[in-house]
């Protein structure tokens, strides 16, 4: 049987989640003010979102994993006897990761190189890396765990609530009307992403504790008489997410629910104080 390998881009949140299973990461960098930080490495969630809830003025953005370095990864993959490697990356749609995976993947030697397009981002993505590890203890081929992972994709759902749209919209990651823009802004917004991938506005909602109950009511709707399983993303408001929790599982009891802090390079398109519930159907 083939060496199957794993690796995923540090949107997943992987390194805050026991898989209790090997994986490579492919770090992207936060730079604070002109300095950078590697992911997780040099700067972790907790760190990320004090100084972004405390400085102000605080100057963000973020850069993706070199090619260079993707290749180097996926080389000493191939070199530790793994003949097959499946990328779980974040939506092409948030970012040039998979693309680059396809351009790192022709460099490596010794190995067939699988890039999932997760068409999410976090908990979206630590699902799949999940389900990958369990089939590879399965014992299922390469060519199996793939197009089952194709077909899971598309049972996940990731609502957001943000504090403020203004890191999305500065960093390019929503697209609205600069009209709208201001109006926007003022607003609690729940976002979503759709099946392609795509962040979207879902609904304009004028205040956060609304905008939560309204996840809940999305939620309790859509999962009428259907098993999920569920993910809870955190910034700097874990108390509120475990406050989250409780009324998910008024709805779901018995359902298995996990947490995971956004990844700072995530945070810092969404922002502090926000929150996402992630479910994925299991039937």
């Known amino acids: 049987m083939k060496k199957i390998g794993i690796v995923v881009c540090s949107n997943a949140g992987t390194d805050y989640f026991d898989l209790g299973y090997p994986i490579e990461v492919m770090r992207s960098s936060l730079i604070l003010d002109g300095k950078e930080y590697k992911d997780y490495i040099d700067i972790t969630a907790d760190e990320f979102y004090r100084r972004a809830s405390e400085e102000e003025n605080l100057k963000i953005s973020t850069a993706q994993c070199p090619v260079g370095v ?22 092409k749609e948030f970012s040039g990761i998979y693309q680059s995976v396809h351009i790192a993947s022709e460099m490596v030697n010794n190995a067939k190189v699988h890039v999932i397009d997760s068409k999410s981002v976090s908990f979206g ?31 996940i759902e990731v ?5 403020t749209l203004k890191f999305l919209v500065k960093n390019g990651r929503l697209s609205v009307a600069s009209g709208l823009i201001g109006t926007l802004l003022k607003i609690k917004p729940i976002l979503r992403i759709n099946r392609n991938g795509k962040l979207e506005t879902y609904e304009k909602i004028r205040t956060k504790k609304r905008a939560v109950e309204r996840v809940l009511e999305i939620f309790k709707t859509e999962t009428f008489n259907r098993e999920v399983e569920i993910c809870l993303c955190y910034t700097n408001n874990l108390e509120s997410v475990k406050e989250l929790e409780s009324k998910l599982l008024e709805i779901k009891p018995g359902a298995k629910v996990s947490y995971i802090p956004l990844s700072p390079v995530v945070g810092a398109h969404a922002g502090p104080g926000t929150l996402g519930l992630g479910y994925v159907y299991l039937d």
Do not use: C, P, Y
């Not at 996926?74 to 006897?81: E, T």
């Not at 089939?135 to 992972?149: A, F, P, Q, S, Y």
């Not at 609502?159 to 504090?163: G, I, K, M, N, Q």
């Open 125 to 155: 993505q630590l699902f799949l890396v999940q389900e990958t590890i369990k089939m590879i203890k399965e014992g299922k081929n390469t060519d199996e765990i793939v197009e089952r992972l194709l077909a899971l994709r598309e049972k």
């Open 159 to 163: 609502l957001v609530v943000v504090d």
């Open 70 to 91: 993707m290749t180097e990864i996926l080389n000493k993959m191939a070199d530790n006897g793994n003949e097959d490697i499946i990328a779980i990356v974040i939506s």
